[in-house]
């Protein structure tokens, strides 16, 4: 019995297809946990963290490339080839603005779990997120003013906001 539990009822398709049918049901009453959903995300990225060990962090060299190629993937490969896409695709300046805000934010932290179960370089995909998330700082409000400065977002603002969540 533990065994099927373990095996089914914990495994993570399973708690996705659980969590999925449960927002599904919940409907508008989900709006009573957005208060919550900074601290699951903390929660998360705590869990997440543990996949690095101490000895890496005392280099330097062990992780300011990983953090800069994590900050260089997001926010120059990707950027390069979401916004002309973009700008080519939408019917709208407005929805081409929405993708300026897609590629101005940062990286999701679905990247480290799903780099374990990928049997990827789990501390590699740690230090790439983060570096990413702290660029974000200060690339979010320049990618913004740089193509979307007509609809009234003001730079300083946004770097306030990013700076703050962090």
Known sequence: MINFIK??????????????????????????????????LAVTMAFSMTGISIEHLKNPLHFTKPMFMGAMLN??????????????????????????????????????????????KVEYAILGVTGAFLASIVIAPLLVNFFASSQGVKPYDLFVITSVSL
């Not at 914990?10 to 999925?20: C, E, G, H, K, Q």
């Not at 081409?96 to 374990?116: E, H, K, M, R």
Request: hydrophobic share 60%; aromatic share 16%.
């Open 7 to 40: 095996r089914n009822l914990l495994n993570r398709n399973s708690i996705l297809v659980f969590a999925v049918m449960l927002g599904l049901f919940a409907g508008d009453k989900a709006a009573l946990l957005k208060d919550y959903t900074f601290l699951a």
């Open 75 to 120: 926010y120059v490969l990707f950027t390069i080839v979401l916004l002309p896409l973009a700008w080519w695709l939408m019917p709208s300046k407005n929805l081409f603005y929405g993708f300026v805000v897609i590629a101005a934010a940062p990286p999701g932290v679905a990247i480290i779990p799903f780099s374990y179960i990928l049997k990827g």
